[in-house]
């Protein structure tokens, strides 16, 4: 069965600058509270032994998300465009924009449709001054997306801000409300308030979920797990959040959920294979 990674940071250009490589101690310490080792390609910043650890789990492609960012470390859209120029079908690329110059961002989204990117990723808690997801500086960036049908990744959840207001899913089921027609794809999967998303996204059918490394063993995965074997089936999307998870050791577990499947494979690699617009 093949299978997309829906947010994937691979050891390359602008990544090896974030957080997340150059604080091994505190990425490891990360993964290891996840209950997993840290994977040897994310140790050895190896993009050969991602690609291997990749291949023997039948992880055929990638999601690879531009981010604006002090705290993690940003990655420019100029970066992730290049690794996909690089790994063409293998790598796809999610733009990043910063939402305090609303003229430049919506160029920007311009720019990076236009260079081949799959979509806008929006990380409110994460900016360099954090605001919230229904920030009314990001309206008019949301109306852009949602009248040009761009696949909108907004992150929310884990550690998505400053504090746990940012992961609030009440300001997602706003934006969701006033854009009904944005498909909305939220990564961590709005954890801990797996309840909560998971009305939002009975209520928004515009509102997808993408739990990554807080679906494993966490608080709340029964809960996904019905959802997405049930009425989300077509709306969850299979995610690592590598390196901070294994890619080989999270997809050994993934695939043993008790998920029929019909709707394993549309988690593991149909949904995100038609948003992606790749031939499934």
Known sequence: ???????????????????????ASRRNRFTRQLGFEPAVSAEQKSLDLL???????????????????????????????????????RLFGMAAIDPTDRKKAIE????????????VTIEPGAYPVPIYA???RLYPIYAYLEDRNVPTVIMTGGNAGPDLSYSDPVTLDRVAGDFPDLRIIVSHGNWPWVNEILHVAFRRPNVSLSPDMYFYKMP????????????????????????????????????RLPLKRENMERVLYRNAAELLGIDP
């Open 51 to 89: 690609l291997e650890e990749m291949d023997s789990v039948n992880v055929v492609a990638g999601v690879v998300t531009a981010r604006v960012s002090d705290y993690f470390g940003s990655v420019s859209n100029e970066d992730v465009a290049a690794m996909c120029r690089d790994y063409p079908g």
């Open 108 to 119: 920007g989204i311009d720019g990076a449709l236009a260079a081949g990117f799959k979509g």
């Open 134 to 136: 229904d920030d009314r």
């Open 220 to 255: 709340g995965m029964n809960d996904y797990i019905q959802a997405a074997n049930s009425w989300m089936a077509q709306r969850f999307f299979f995610a690592t959040a590598y390196p901070l998870v294994p890619i080989r050791e999270y997809v050994d577990w993934f695939v």
């Open 1 to 23: 069965m093949k299978i997309i990674d829906f947010r994937l940071r691979p050891p390359l250009r602008g990544f090896l600058d974030t957080v997340m490589y150059t604080d």
